[in-house]
């Protein structure tokens, strides 16, 4: 019937609150219907709104990311891709920033900027790779040239 009775009692203090809560307004069949077909109707144009939605946050996760990235290697990318990557990210915040865009615009320019900044990462990582990796063989010659020549052989005797 709508009503919906709360109680609440504190075992410390002893205080007790009660609360009931009752549908004062009810819609009638014809109101309840009306409203169902106006949100049949509008289904279609809903579902458009939530992916452009969708597309739109994809597109602010991108450009944080790609800010973040900037930022976080500022001395491991050159300049002329920190321009890359502002020059993709501010096209981008265009399109975030227009009420207008649809979902399409949206994703393309996420394409973009991901376009962009992928080759950046490729490059920055295959670069610190490099170094790793010279500094792994670097490490390996030491390794074999610090060869312990003191080695003494021992044997366990027990005297039981």
């Known amino acids: 019937n709508g009503i919906l009775n709360v109680t609440a009692k504190d075992k410390g203090s002893g ?27 509008h289904a279609e144009e809903d579902k458009k709104k939530r992916e452009a939605i969708d597309a739109r946050n994809q597109l602010d996760s991108a450009i944080y990311q790609a800010d973040k990235m900037k930022s976080d290697n500022k001395d491991k990318i050159s300049e002329d891709d920190t321009k890359k990557i502002d020059e993709a990210v501010e096209a981008a915040k265009k399109v975030a920033e227009d009420e207008k865009a649809d979902k399409e615009a949206i994703e393309a320019a996420a394409k973009a900027l991901t376009e962009a900044i992928m080759p950046i990462g490729a490059k920055m990582y295959e670069e610190s790779s490099k170094a790793e990796d010279e500094k792994a063989d670097k490490n390996t010659t030491d390794d074999k040239s610090k060869k312990d020549d003191d080695a003494v052989e021992g044997e366990v005797v027990d005297d039981k």
């Open 15 to 41: 205080k007790e609150q009660t609360i009931t809560i009752q549908g004062s307004s009810g819609l009638s069949k014809d109101e309840v219907e009306k409203m169902a077909k106006e949100a049949e109707a």
